[in-house]
């Protein structure tokens, strides 16, 4: 009998059909990449943080300097007063004229075509610190010869809307960023340690919880930042409301990552390691806390637009941010009567930055959702 030996041949792969092991992260990415509402949120996320952080650069005006009283937007033309074509554009400071209004009785204010305003980008302006360190004075966006230049109008002490806004975004941004942060790690912590010991301690911590989400929280909030002297410096106002913020938010987070570490708990991996001697500390943040991440990751996410939408109905109250900082929530109190907002309704600017960061936080929220949860 002859046996015929045959060399093995190699067979052809395409690149294309190849298996590769992809982690956690990059599956995630490609799962939200997918998703338009998803990459359109994180878009708007990063332009947000941008604007937070180079406020100071972005802002036409100094946003503390003053001026005349609601004065309009003030127009960007390509054409001088003549009507001809004009490049670079243009726009056109506004004064007071000698008409009153019929309904205020205030002086209307005009644009005063003899004195144009050449704009441009990268001028010289207000000076500034960069970053609080850099001593600069360049501006994206203004007038040439450095006079102030209106594009969403002024408030009723002649401030800059849109600088305002540009520098309000800090501290709205901000105060959401660190009670969120401050929620989610007590929350995780709480919620972690009350559903993977459970027993009476479970017991009682979650009586703890439901006592705190039993408070009604708008008038806890009220009573609690009503407490604080009307001298006292504006840090320690804005440390206090940041804390009672944090103090009543931590416990529906604590009561969702519970629920996931109940379920954790049980799962067979996590009961190898008990029958194996593995300490509870280990169990806790090396087995449950990484598949407990998905879910805070979201609710993060999903919670940050919350804080935003109260710390601007507490600022429009009064009773988030006190002068000379400057909030989103802050800026709408000037908007308090149906008067002033429909004689100058520009100052209703800061709104719609409150609504786009509420959709851009809540659509990244979905997304994530959708990316990270494999069904």
């Not at 943080?49 to 100071?56: C, E, Q």
């Not at 127009?75 to 001088?80: G, H, N, Q, R, T």
């Not at 019929?102 to 144009?116: H, M, R, S, V, W």
């Not at 966006?141 to 006079?147: E, K, Q």
Request: glycine share 8%; hydrophobic share 50%; net charge neutral.
């Amino acid at each position: 009998m002859t046996i015929e030996m045959h060399s093995a041949i190699p067979l052809a792969v395409d690149p294309k059909d190849e298996q590769h092991n992809e982690s956690y992260s990059a599956l995630v990415w490609r799962r939200l990449k997918r998703s338009w509402t998803g990459m359109l949120g994180l878009i708007l996320v990063g332009l947000l943080l941008v604007m937070a952080i180079f406020a100071d650069f972005l802002s036409p005006v100094d946003p503390k300097a003053t001026g005349v009283g609601f004065a309009p937007p003030q127009a960007i033309s390509f054409s001088d007063q003549n009507g001809d074509f004009a490049f670079p554009p243009r726009s056109y400071p506004l004064r007071e004229t000698e008409e009153l209004d019929p309904i205020t009785f205030q002086p209307k204010i005009g644009p005063d075509y003899a004195n144009p305003q050449v704009l441009g980008f990268f001028v010289k302006g207000s000076p500034y610190r960069l970053f609080g360190l850099i001593p600069a004075e360049r501006h994206l966006f203004g007038a040439i010869d450095g006079s102030p230049v209106h594009l969403l109008g002024t408030d009723k002490f002649g401030r800059d809307v849109l600088s305002r806004i540009l520098h309000g975004s800090r501290i709205s941004l901000m105060i959401a960023l660190v009670v969120v942060s401050i929620v989610t790690v007590v929350g995780t912590t709480v919620g972690m340690a009350s559903g993977y010991f459970g027993g009476r301690f479970d017991a009682w911590t979650q009586r703890f919880v439901e006592l705190v989400l039993a408070f009604p929280q708008l008038p806890l909030y009220l009573a609690l930042t009503s407490l604080i002297p009307v001298t006292a410096p504006t840090n320690v106002f804005l440390a206090f409301v940041i804390i009672v913020m944090s103090a009543l938010g931590w416990a529906q987070m604590s009561r969702e990552v519970r629920g996931k570490t109940l379920a954790l708990a049980r799962i067979d991996y996590v009961r190898a390691a008990i029958a194996v001697g593995a300490s509870d500390r280990r169990i806790i943040f090396q087995h449950i806390f990484p598949n407990v991440m998905s879910h805070v990751i979201v609710a993060v996410t999903l919670s940050i637009p919350q804080v935003v939408l109260l710390e601007s109905f507490l600022g429009f109250l009064g009773f988030a941010v006190k002068p000379p900082l400057i909030s989103w929530g802050l800026m709408l109190q000037d908007t308090a009567t149906y008067s002033v907002i429909g004689s100058y309704p520009w100052i209703l600017s800061p709104v719609a930055f409150v609504l786009v960061t509420v959709f851009a936080f809540n659509a990244l929220g979905d997304g994530l959702r959708d990316a990270i949860d494999p069904y």
